[in-house]
């Protein structure tokens, strides 16, 4: 699970880690944590829950996208 993890979070060399990937998963687990409050507190929408990680999931899948001629061999 370990290495998983890492090749998900790491450039092409699966060693130096990629400030965007982890940002990346850090914004998905903290709308899905946010979701979850609100599932227990009140409700939630899904077409904003929606709405959100569409946003989060296409910003950084650009963010990626743009600089993977940027990252170590």
Do not use: C
Request: hydrophobic share 45%; no cysteine.
């Amino acid at each position: 699970m370990k290495q998983i993890i890492q090749q998900l979070l790491t450039g092409k060399d699966n060693q130096t880690y990629d400030l965007g990937r982890v940002s990346w998963l850090v914004g998905m687990i903290a709308i899905i944590g946010l979701a979850f409050y609100e599932v227990m507190h009140n409700t939630v929408s899904l077409r904003e829950l929606a709405e959100s990680l569409g946003i989060v999931s296409a910003a950084n899948g650009a963010s990626v996208a743009m600089k993977q001629n940027a990252e170590p061999q």
